[in-house]
């Protein structure tokens, strides 16, 4: 695991979760305290799909599980923009890119998704 060092004094370790699309995604110290915020845990009950659950019983993925994927997914992109070597992306753009990405759904109202 990489270290981030923060404001104060020593470095804070990354942690890891296992999605079912992505595979291992490695949360940032940042990310972490936003993950175990009570109005991010909420998106673990509001359903990404709407009501596909109800044709497709095992179709179930949650806003909680799609913001990590999209910010996962924006990190990964920022690794690529890095590689071409047009533009500096630093560690910190990435970051917020990553934390724009995970809390894209955080305003998001019931059924929001329904119609769409």
């Known amino acids: 695991m990489s270290g981030y060092e923060l404001d104060g004094p020593g470095v804070v370790e990354t942690r890891e979760i296992q999605d079912n ?7 940032s110290p940042l990310a972490y305290k936003i993950i175990n ?20 019983p095992s179709g179930n ?32 753009d990435q970051l917020c890119v990553e934390i724009a990405g995970l809390c894209h759904d955080l305003g998001h109202g019931p059924f929001s998704h329904l119609w769409e």
């Open 21 to 27: 699309v992505h595979g291992l995604i490695t949360l």
């Open 37 to 56: 915020t009570t109005i991010f845990k909420r998106l673990k009950n509001l359903k990404q799909l709407g009501n596909s659950h109800e044709v497709f």
């Open 61 to 92: 993925h949650t806003r909680f599980e799609h913001s990590l994927g999209v910010m996962h997914i924006a990190g990964e992109l920022c690794q690529a923009l890095r590689r071409t070597g047009k533009g500096e992306i630093t560690k910190e």
